[in-house]
Structures are given as C-alpha cells and as structure tokens.
C-alpha cells in the first residue's frame, strides 16, 4: 500500500537559525540534520544563521569516533553507520503539527556510547517516529561533541580554550536552548521538555541537571542504564596541561604552538592521543574523555551531591538485568538438572553456592537460578543510590524500575544493556529480536505509556500498570518491567548484599574488556 508523502507543500518553518524546509511523512513532519550550533575545534558553541531555506531531508553528520567501529552482536543492538564530521552539531526533529498553540509535550533523546562513541541515530531504534505517532509528543534526537573534541581540556593555555573540557555538555545545551527558542514552531511546548537517555546518555541526563546554564531549559528527566559511582566512573579533576603538552611533544609541536591542535586532521590527532593518554591514566592524571568538575558542570551527584535546582525535577531512573552480558552462554540453562545448575554457580560462588541461590530465588522467584552469573552489578545499586538522593530533596517525586524481561535467543537470554530501548521508543517491530509473541506488544504500550504519562505529567503512572509510588529515603519501590508487571520494595537488597560479601567489587573496565560491547 503506497505510502503518504509530501514535499512540496510543506511550509517552511521560520527558526531564529533561519528558514528550514521538511517533509511530510504518514502524519508526521519530519525535519533531519537541523544545526543548532557551529564551533570551532576546542571552542564553545555559538549560535548559527543560514541565508536562505536549508532543505533539512537528511540527517547530519555524526562526530568522529576514536577508533573505527567493527560491527558485532547487531542481532541484539542493531545500528546504523553514518558520515563522521566534527562540525556534527545537529539535531532531527519528529512532529505531527506546524502550529505554535498546540504545545505538545517535548522528549529530546541523549544518545548512549559513553562521552566517547555513538551518534543520534546509532541505532535502529533511535528513530523518533512512532513516539510520535503514538504518543502524540514532539521528538528531537541530537548529535554533540565527544571524545577529545568534546572533552579535552586545552584551558592552561589560553582563555581562547575556556571549557573546552566540556565543549560536548555545552553543544548539548545550545542544543536545548535551540530547541527552547523554536520548538513551538514545530507544534513543541518549551515549557514542558523531557530529556531522556539511555549508558552514557543517561549519564548526561544527570549531567545537565548539574549544570547551571541548562536551568529552566528541560523538566523532567529519564535516566536509562546510565548511573554510576567512582569506582566505575572515576571524576574527571585536574587540567589538561599534562596530556595536551604529550601530544604536542608526539606530534612535534612546540608548546606554545599548542594552536596547530586545531588544524592536525583529527585521525592524526586521535593517534597521537591513543600514544599518550595510557602512562598519564595510569598514575591518576587527567586525559580528558569525559566532562570537568568545575564551574561550569558540578558533577556526579553521587560524589558532589545534587544542585538545589536539580530536586525540582521530575526523574525517572532505571536498568536491565544483564546490562553487560553481552557474552554467549556456555550452556543451555532450560535443559540443566538442579545439581547441574548448583555446580555451574559453584564454579563463581564455591562454598556460598547455596546462599547465594536462596537470595537470588527471594529477589527473582520465576527466574533460572544460572541468571543469577548475569546480574548486574554495573548500574541497579548506583541507581537506587541516586534515586534515594533526589527523593530526599523532598521536592520533586523520583520513580524507579528494572527492565528483566527474558528473549528467546540463546535459550533464554536475560535482559541486557540497550535491550529496553526499542520498548521505551516505542520500536519493538524494529528490532527483530524483540519479536516475542503474545509478550512485546503488551509489554511495549506499558513502557511505552510510562514514559508518556512521566512525559506529559511527571508520573509515570498509567492505567496499564499496577500503582507506582514514588521513591522515598527510606524506601524503593521498583516497577519490574517483564512478561508481568509489579512494583516490589527494596527487592534484590539481600541478594546485591550476598554478592557483594563474596565477589570482589566490580570492576567495569575488565568486563568490557573481556566482552566485545557495542556501549
């Protein structure tokens, strides 16, 4: 059946930028590549102007990556490739309506890949239409700095690199004060925008609450698979004199030629970099990719506490079960014996086998006892850290979950990092592992609705779900996302407090080390 599509007749939209000219596509005008931004290399953002109409019919280019990326596991996280340009600031936009009073909610999606990797439209179900569609929302997808482009601090030599440290952060801010100022236009309401995120995005989520100049420019937010503490995100302090005047030394410069970094093609400067940021990283000093501690960005709240301003806002904060099982099973766990399982687990647990399988039974009834090997250990107990801390603003509410759901591959494979996504965007039929008859559907219109109802309200509640309070200092009650929805209060404490007391703290560069991890 033949599409609806129209150009022609699609008016230009008038922006402070300049004039933009989109398509219409099945009920929805679609706008792609749009800049919100220009910057020069380790320079801050500035606002950008175009003469004419831009034709805004293809997406942006994306930032260049460190390394090249070796497509893998694309059955479990499918992405998409795209043109690499440094000059990447940019964001597409979905909406079903031109009209400036019809003030639909706004979700502005914060890609993952930590501070380092991924792009607006990585992967497939990134894309921004049936959010629209069916949630009747305004959505925007955004490319910014990353990296040493995005996080290298150049500011001991000169006041021309003043935050350069955080050039990444503040492309993401001028990206919402673009949106802030135009997003009417294309049917937005700038007073009711929700950024969400997924790894790093999430991480930036908690980020921009963090940041003074990105008051009053977002809401509500949703921080997806992206909370960690120092021991798996060390804080970023120090300068960059050390590791910038390594890379002049590697590519032959002088140091008060510090200015020919901006000129070197960037795959030279990557090189350069990857010679000399390990023996500087190694005895603690800063080597740049990932934002500085300072003025400007207050930091991870688990280590500086919140901003006053950040217990205004609305958050939603959760993870999957697996997170970092990207590995294969070594076994088939739904043909294992019981004493087949015990001995597997033994192989991890020893003589607190038995311990460990009774906590992991009372945290997880209906699960393999083997899932156990695949708990997460990386995000669930920093998000409850961080979500007891926003509670006891006592300001605005702060809502947990845990996304748990079992896929058939692999004989069963447990929910892992990014597996949600498709159920949070609304994509499910996009991604084909997520076919799971009689479950996807069902499970998808209550994550779906969730993020809607928080979108649109600040609760996430909706009637398709159980009754979801809100959490406390003293407690958390955690919507579990799986085949059957149910909140539960501090569920898993006794089993993380078992892991904990046996298995040595987590160290999350060794796992993904040992694991080939797409984010």
């Known amino acids: 059946m033949a599409k609806n599509f129209n150009y022609d ?11 933009l000219k989109g398509y219409f596509y099945e009920g929805e005008y679609i706008y792609k590549g749009v800049p919100y931004a220009k910057a020069g290399r380790f320079q801050m953002p500035e606002d950008i102007t175009w003469e004419g109409v831009k034709d805004a019919t293809s997406y942006g280019f994306v930032c260049p990556l460190l390394n090249q990326e070796t497509p893998n596991g694309e059955l479990m996280v499918p992405h998409r490739y795209w043109p690499q340009s440094e000059h990447c600031q940019n964001l597409n936009i979905w909406t079903k309506s031109l009209e400036k ?10 890609h993952g890949g930590g501070y380092f990797a991924g792009s607006s439209i990585e992967q497939i179900a990134y894309d921004g239409f049936n959010m629209c569609m069916d949630g009747d929302a305004v959505v925007v997808s955004i490319n910014h700095r990353l990296n040493i482009l995005g996080y290298m601090d150049l500011s001991p030599f000169g006041e021309k690199y003043k935050n350069s440290g955080n050039a990444g952060h503040a492309d993401m801010v001028a990206a919402l004060k673009w949106i802030h100022n135009n997003i009417a236009a294309f049917g937005g309401d700038p007073d009711n925008v929700t950024i969400f995120g997924q790894s790093g995005g999430g991480m930036k989520v908690a980020d921009l609450m963090q940041i003074p100049d990105a008051d009053g420019l977002f809401h509500k937010g949703l921080i997806m698979s992206g909370v960690g503490d120092d021991g798996i995100i060390p804080v970023c302090r120090g300068n960059g004199r050390e590791i910038v005047t390594a890379l002049l030394a590697e590519l032959g410069f002088k140091e008060d030629e510090v200015e020919k970094l901006e000129t070197v093609p960037f795959y030279e400067l990557a090189q350069a970099y990857a010679k000399v940021n390990m023996p500087i990283a190694m005895k603690g000093g800063y080597v740049g990719g990932s934002p500085l501690v300072g003025d400007y960005y207050y930091g991870n709240p688990l280590s500086t506490g919140f901003r006053d301003h950040a217990f205004d806002i609305p958050i939603m904060v959760g993870s999957v079960f697996g997170e970092f099982a990207f590995n294969p099973s070594e076994f088939d766990k739904t043909s294992l014996s019981e004493a087949e399982m015990k001995a597997i687990i033994s192989k991890v647990y020893g003589e607190h086998t038995d311990e460990i399988i009774q906590a992991f039974a009372g945290a997880y009834p209906d699960k393999n006892p083997t899932d156990v090997l695949s708990v997460d250990r990386v995000m669930r107990q920093p998000s409850k850290k961080l979500a007891k801390l926003h509670a006891a603003g006592g300001r605005a509410k702060a809502y947990m979950y845990n996304f748990t759901l079992e896929f058939p591959f692999q004989h069963g494979k447990i929910a892992w990092h990014c597996s949600d996504i498709p159920f949070f965007f609304n994509n499910t039929e996009k991604v084909e592992i997520c076919g799971i008859p009689g479950v996807s559907d069902a499970l998808e219109k209550q994550i779906f609705g969730a993020l809607m109802s928080f979108a649109k309200t600040g609760n996430p ?14 407690n958390i009650p955690t919507m579990i996302f799986d085949r059957t929805c149910e909140v539960r209060d501090n569920y898993d404490d006794a089993l993380y407090a078992a892991i904990d007391s046996v298995l040595p703290p987590f160290n999350l560069l060794e796992a993904m080390a040992s694991q080939n991890v797409q984010h």
Request: no cysteine; proline share 14%; charged share 25%.
């Open 9 to 19: 007749d699609v008016p230009v939209v008038e922006t402070t930028s300049g004039k």
């Open 101 to 110: 009073d019809v003030k639909r909610p706004v979700l502005v999606w914060l």
């Open 461 to 474: 509640s909706h009637g398709g779900l159980p009754q979801w309070p809100e959490v406390t200092p003293e």
